[in-house]
């Protein structure tokens, strides 16, 4: 049995990867009568006097919604909300395997940014956090931006998850080559979603970053950017560098992909300086295959396949960065704290090697210390 007759036949088995559960039986009339009617009301009198009781007496407290549009999903492009459910059931999944929260997905019947803003305002009061996933950018940035006062915690994980983990992977990558991060410049292939967020996890961390998009690199010179490429012009590309990938790998020391399948080939990598770091994250094909990259001179190389060493998985970080906001029931999630979830990813793995910069999802004690550090955070 191949991979698509595994995956259909692993779906099919429950219809479906998550069901809900109740926590106390209700076997008799006085059980149920304080789970429903007439105890019930008792509690929801407390909570219309204190909302802020709705954390300890329902689900909200270790809820979260997994909100889509399916505009985005995987390497899959826009493929609609039915189509992405089974990603958001395995989302949900993932939550609660990781971290036990429990999450919900939720499947949106529109790509109109403000109607997703406004649904998500409408649903909130279940939730105590809401991850948003798969939307493509650049309205990925629009709606979560709009949903920063929302008092819980909003983040798109394509972006945030995405750049905690390749930053950690990079403060360990450095140290495997000798190389101090502060010192290095990084070209970043992709302007979307992962790749704004990445720029902006690394800004101000390295000596200069370098974005291209499907045109070329990102400079003050172009004319034909959107406002969140504008917004890359002031934190990137320090020398004015012109051109494409070619001109910008010039004595690069790090490439991160974030873009699409063979966009980076051998003679690419001989452009960057020695001992180059390579993540090529390209899913379900990377910029470069692994041992490509190696055969090149890449000293480290990861990607987001589960089937190389050094997989840049999102969900090392997602599951413990909402289960530290929603301890402390955070309002949102800052840069502090998702620096802070980096440096604690990094630290799991003190003795870093080419085949191990990271942890890997079953590792133990990721959540965790991922947790804890951004509680520390905040």
Do not use: W
């Not at 259909?8 to 479906?16: A, C, P």
């Not at 304080?34 to 219309?48: C, D, H, M, Q, W």
């Not at 939730?127 to 990925?140: M, Q, Y």
């Not at 970080?317 to 909402?322: N, R």
Request: proline share 6%.
């Amino acid at each position: 049995m191949d991979l698509k007759e595994k995956a259909l036949d692993y779906h099919s088995k429950f219809k479906g990867k998550i069901a809900t559960h109740v926590y106390q039986p209700i076997t008799s009339r006085d059980e149920l009568s304080l789970a429903y009617t007439p105890g019930v009301a008792e509690v929801s009198r407390a909570i219309s006097q204190d909302k802020e009781k709705v954390y300890d007496y329902t689900i909200k407290s270790h809820t979260v919604g997994v909100i889509t549009d399916g505009s985005a999903v995987l390497g899959l492009g826009n493929i609609g909300p039915e189509a992405a459910l089974p990603v958001m059931e395995g989302k949900a999944a993932l939550f609660k395997t990781f971290a036990d929260i429990d999450a919900f997905p939720i499947c949106l019947g529109t790509q109109d940014s403000q109607e997703i803003i406004k649904a998500v305002r409408l649903l909130a009061p279940v939730f105590g956090g809401i991850n948003l996933e798969d939307i493509s950018a650049p309205r990925c940035f629009e709606i979560e931006d709009s949903l920063q006062d929302l008092g819980i915690p909003v983040m798109h994980d394509d972006q945030h998850g995405t750049a905690v983990v390749c930053l950690a992977g990079l403060i360990n990558a450095a140290k495997v080559v000798g190389k101090d991060l502060a010192s290095l410049k990084v070209v970043i292939s992709g302007a979307g979603a992962a790749g704004n967020a990445i720029t902006k996890i690394l800004t101000g961390k390295v000596a200069d970053i370098v974005v291209i998009d499907s045109k070329g690199v990102i400079n003050k010179s172009r004319t034909d950017l959107d406002p969140y490429k504008q917004r890359l012009v002031s934190s990137t590309n320090k020398y004015s560098i012109e051109g494409g990938l070619a001109e910008a790998l010039v004595k690069a020391d790090i490439f991160i992909g974030v873009s699409k399948a063979g966009l980076l080939t051998p003679e690419h990598i001989k452009l960057m300086n020695p001992d180059p770091i390579i993540f090529a994250m390209a899913n379900p094909v990377p910029e470069i295959m692994p041992e490509l990259a190696r055969e090149a001179g890449a000293k480290v190389v990861a990607s987001g396949r589960s089937d190389y060493p050094n997989q840049v998985n999102n969900s090392l970080a997602f599951p413990g960065i909402f289960k530290g906001a929603l301890s402390v029931r955070a309002a949102r999630i800052t840069e502090k704290m998702k620096y802070a979830a980096a440096l604690a990813l990094a630290g799991l793995v003190p003795d870093p090697t080419e085949d191990k910069i990271i942890p890997g999802p079953f590792d133990p004690g990721i959540v965790d210390a991922v947790s804890k550090a951004v509680v520390s955070a905040i």
